[in-house]
Structure formats: C-alpha cells, structure tokens
C-alpha cells in the first residue's frame, strides 16, 4: 500500500496518520522532530524523509492524543 493511501483511509475510519521514528543516535535531527506528530503538524511529505530514513507511519484513533513526546532527561 502506497502510503500517501493512508491519508484518505484514516479520514474514513476516524484516525490520525502519525510519524513514527526509530529514536536513536542515528535519528536525523528531522526525524526526531516529526516522531509523534500528526498529518499536517510540521509535515505533509510522508517518510521516507531521507536515505536511510528508518520512519514509518501510523495510524491512531482520533480519541488518542498524539503529541510528539519529551526527550527523556541524561
């Protein structure tokens, strides 16, 4: 399935379309900052962002919150 199909299937069965990283040493400074967030909250272009880009996306009920989550404290 071509991922921008997403977009409209989301919309039909009440979701969101959310960026997922894998959060590493390795995560592009871009893909962190999109981790978490929904279609339209800073992006538009679905991954991959880049070569090597390890992010996906996914799909969360509506009734979900999905905010990009706080860098865990060193």
Same mark, same amino acid.
């Given at each position: 399935?071509?991922?921008? =199909? ?12 959310? &960026?997922? =990283?894998?959060?590493?040493? =390795?995560?592009? +400074?871009?893909?962190?900052?999109? @981790? ?6 800073? &992006?538009?272009?679905?991954? $991959?962002? @880049? @070569?090597?880009?390890? /992010?996906?996306?996914?799909?969360? $009920? +509506? +009734?979900? =919150?999905? /905010? /990009?989550?706080? $860098?865990?404290?060193?």
């Amino acid at each position: 399935m071509d991922r921008r =199909s997403l977009l409209p299937l989301a919309a039909a069965i009440g979701h969101n379309v959310v &960026w997922t =990283s894998v959060l590493d040493e =390795s995560t592009s +400074d871009y893909c962190r900052a999109m @981790h978490g967030r929904a279609y339209g909250d800073g &992006w538009t272009e679905p991954p $991959p962002a @880049h @070569h090597n880009c390890r /992010s996906t996306l996914a799909l969360v $009920p +509506d +009734d979900v =919150s999905v /905010s /990009s989550p706080q $860098p865990a404290a060193a």
